[in-house]
């Protein structure tokens, strides 16, 4: 009997998300905007600066800028790598100077990737390419890369990524993803406690010859990305930029929809965190909270780790972790001082995986609204000024609350009732 060549083939359903993830990212590399944040002006002007002095001295920037001048830098050698292999494909300074905005789609794929695992927490993979566009078409999620021309997505995805194969007990991947987050901007080294939680349970399950490899592995490339400034001797001039990370804007907040806006009469921008109320500088009092508010949402994580240790459990919770992750940088933003409009879109993508994980997209949607409007109005790409004067600050930070609220109920109520996970912690988890 004769058959059709096609007939019993199988296309794997994951191919069809594929083609979609790429087809959109063409798309949308086309269609971005040429504007964006002054931001890109100077990474043009990096670019310039390694391409005359190498990738390596990019760092004297920072430590032999003139007197007076801002040194708008807080970004590290991966990100530096970056900008450095975009221009290799680039023509003439005035030309890269002109094309500055296509470098967006470099951070874009970032994006893709981050939506990729987040369908990856999906529990039925048929039901992926129904939900792919809920992510692809959410401006909230791709404004800040597609709009501003930030590299937050590139964080948030790495992040992810970790949370992934940190679930798996994958500790080498998890870990090398942390350290590339790191040595993109320092901002990441916020999720380090709750990583240390995650991992805890499979450093104790693994050989410690095993857990020794791992970490090797790690710092073997932590050492390959910082040779050249190692070599160079400019590592220090890094690492002299990363102990002055937390003076470089000392504003209360840096036009961020926190709670500084509920706090202060005025502007909280033109305010230096320096300023002593009720005996603690402004600084301080945000650390203070953001303290408290970071325990509160990892004692849930902290409590799931005791009883996998314990053995009351047997995994992790996914959907409570990927939860738990994704309030972390609402925590960060809300509360600290010099915190930019942008810092909390990290969030963003795993809240968008917690979504699809818990079916409760109530705190995604709301957060991505936030996100959108907190950084419009810093770009004002869509001129909708009568806009801009109706959503303040304000409101803008009664929904983040409002997430942070919503985010711990739910933490909390599943901590009361706790479900039995039907496998035991090892390094295959799936």
């Known amino acids: 009997m004769n058959t059709s060549p096609t007939e019993g083939t199988h ?12 087809l959109s990212f063409l798309f949308m590399s086309v269609i971005m905007p040429h504007e964006g944040h002054f931001d890109m002006s100077i990474w043009a002007d990096w670019i310039v600066y390694m391409r005359q002095h190498g990738i390596r001295h990019v760092y004297e920037l920072y430590t032999k800028r003139e007197e007076g001048q801002q040194p708008l830098f807080i970004y590290g050698p991966v990100y530096m790598y970056m900008l450095y292999f975009y221009a290799k494909w680039q023509g003439s300074i005035e030309e890269i100077r002109a094309s500055i905005y296509q470098f967006k789609a470099v951070i ?19 039901h992926r390419s129904f939900y792919a566009p809920f992510l692809l078409l959410n401006v909230g999620l791709l404004y800040d890369t597609l709009g501003w021309g930030q590299n937050d997505s590139a964080i948030a995805c790495l992040m992810l990524i970790a949370v992934y194969y940190g679930l798996r007990g994958q500790l080498a991947i998890s870990g090398i993803c942390i350290l590339v987050a790191f040595l993109i901007k ?47 001797g400019t590592a220090i001039d890094y690492w002299t930029m990363l102990r002055h990370t937390t003076s470089l804007h000392p504003s209360v907040s840096i036009y961020a929809a926190n709670i ?22 402004y600084r301080q009092w945000g650390l203070i909270m953001f303290t408290i508010g970071y325990a509160v949402v990892l004692f849930p994580l902290l409590r799931q780790t005791y009883h ?9 919770d996914k959907s ?30 795993f809240l968008a995986a917690y979504a699809l994980c818990k079916k409760d997209f109530v705190p995604y949607i709301v957060a991505s609204i936030a996100n959108f409007w907190v ?42 009732l706790p479900k039995m996970a039907m496998y035991p912690v090892k390094e295959t988890i799936a």
Not at 111 to 120: K, M
Not at 309 to 314: A, E, I
Not at 320 to 347: C, K
Not at 405 to 412: D, E, V
């Open 11 to 22: 296309v794997h359903p994951e191919v069809h998300i594929l083609l979609l993830l790429a």
């Open 108 to 126: 874009l794929l970032f994006d893709i990737v981050g939506i990729w695992f987040a369908l990856r927490f999906l529990p039925n993979k048929a």
């Open 375 to 416: 950084i419009e109005k810093s770009l004002f790409l869509l001129k909708t000024y009568r806009l801009y004067e109706l959503i303040t600050l304000d409101m803008l930070a009664a929904l983040f609350l409002f997430v942070l609220l919503w985010g711990i109920a739910m933490l909390y109520r599943d901590a009361v």
């Open 260 to 281: 500084w806006e509920w706090l202060l009469v005025e502007n909280p921008y033109k305010v230096l965190d320096q300023v002593v109320q009720y005996g603690l500088s």
């Open 186 to 232: 320092p901002q990441p080294i916020v999720f380090l406690p709750a990583f240390g939680l995650l991992w805890l349970p499979f450093i104790v399950a693994k050989p410690l010859v095993r857990t020794a490899v791992d970490f090797l592995v790690i710092f073997l490339v932590g050492l390959l990305l910082l040779f050249p400034f190692l070599q160079a």
């Open 320 to 349: 409570m972790v990927l939860l738990t992750f994704g309030l972390i940088p609402i925590v960060f933003y809300f509360f600290n001082t010099q915190i930019h409009e942008r810092y909390a879109h990290p969030s963003i993508l």
């Open 308 to 316: 996998i240790l314990t053995g009351k459990r047997t995994d992790y």
